[in-house]
């Protein structure tokens, strides 16, 4: 067939098709992510998990080519951020980078606005580290041993700050209390950045807190480090003997850091972002970084993520039982 009709015909049919061949694949339209994505913080900014969040994200950020914006949230005991990420839309934007005191909430307080365990999808475990207990260099604090020595000798004199009522470092603290049966006060703050401001202020005398935010006060002769609370010695920190090393034997508390979606993410996009969470950690620098601070980069599997949560709510709900605390 031939002739003008049958030309306008064949331009009709080209005209129909086009604009499904101009517009993009459907796997592209629906590509994760797609725009910026918040990453809520639930303490201060320069702790820990700060530290741990701004490098994963300027990473994520890199091989994304969207934006992973850090949002600080800090208060309640790593609660008010933690709500603010458990009511967030289930659509993969929001994200919680957070620690133990995730799970420690769940047997700490006796009423929560949400379920730390069912109200969030694991996605990656990130970090994991020995908490360090650090003095007050002014003080004449050398050791473990030096510090219980003193405390006994002058029973409710000598504070002890933590980042909050509940945090691991105001339990593991508690829990060389009850261990060594020494009076010490607990002083809380809101966030790691200030228990260290006031411990090299001399307002304090020791805290526990991670290797990553202590370590540039300890190099600076700033802070006094007396033990770390690991199994093993800290690599950032060789000469440090350990909590079990020096008198408390069977001592091990460790910080982590790890990242949660609200709960009902699709699949789908947790084992994409486990992924990349996964390459990001392995990136050199990245790894030098943590490394460097005494901190193991790991990057999960969402699988693996849940199973670790699931033996740290075993243990420190009896950890919370053996200090006998509790928070309204």
Do not use: C
Request: proline share 9%; no cysteine.
């Amino acid at each position: 067939m031939s002739g003008p009709k049958a030309w306008v015909r064949r331009v009709a049919g080209l005209l129909a098709v086009l604009p499904l061949a101009l517009a993009p694949p459907v796997a592209a339209q629906d590509a994760y992510p797609a725009r910026a994505v918040r990453v809520v913080v639930p303490f201060a900014a320069g702790g820990g998990a700060d530290l741990v969040a701004r490098a994963l994200s300027q990473r994520l950020s890199e091989q994304t080519g969207r934006q992973f914006v850090v949002d600080n949230r800090p208060g309640g005991a790593a609660n008010i951020g933690t709500e603010v990420v458990a009511q967030a839309p289930a659509d993969g934007y929001t994200l919680l980078v957070t620690g133990p005191s995730h799970i420690i909430n769940a047997h700490l307080f006796r009423r929560l606005p949400f379920d730390p365990l069912k109200g969030f999808t694991p996605i990656s475990l990130l970090t994991s580290a020995p908490y360090v207990l650090v003095a007050d260099p002014a003080l004449p604090l050398r050791n473990l041993g030096d510090l219980l020595a003193m405390a006994r000798s002058r029973p409710g004199a000598l504070s002890y700050g933590s980042a909050g009522n509940g945090t691991a470092g105001h339990l593991a603290m508690e829990l060389i209390r009850a261990a060594a049966g020494i009076d010490m006060v607990h002083v809380p703050y809101r966030g790691s950045p200030a228990v260290l401001t006031d411990l090299m202020g001399g307002r304090i005398a020791v805290a526990f807190d991670n290797v990553l935010s202590s370590a540039p006060g300890i190099a600076a002769g700033r802070l006094r480090a007396l033990a770390v609370s690991g199994d093993r010695r800290a690599p950032a920190l060789p000469d440090v003997p350990t909590v079990a090393e020096a008198g408390l034997p069977g001592f091990d508390v460790k910080v982590w850091q790890g990242a949660l979606f609200p709960a009902g993410v699709d699949p789908a996009i947790v084992t994409q972002l486990a992924a990349e969470m996964h390459k990001a950690m392995q990136a050199p620098e990245l790894q030098a970084r943590l490394q460097t601070l005494g901190v193991a980069p790991i990057g999960s599997d969402a699988p693996t993520f849940v199973r670790f949560l699931e033996a740290e709510n075993t243990r420190w709900g009896e950890a919370v039982r053996r200090s006998g605390a509790q928070l309204d």
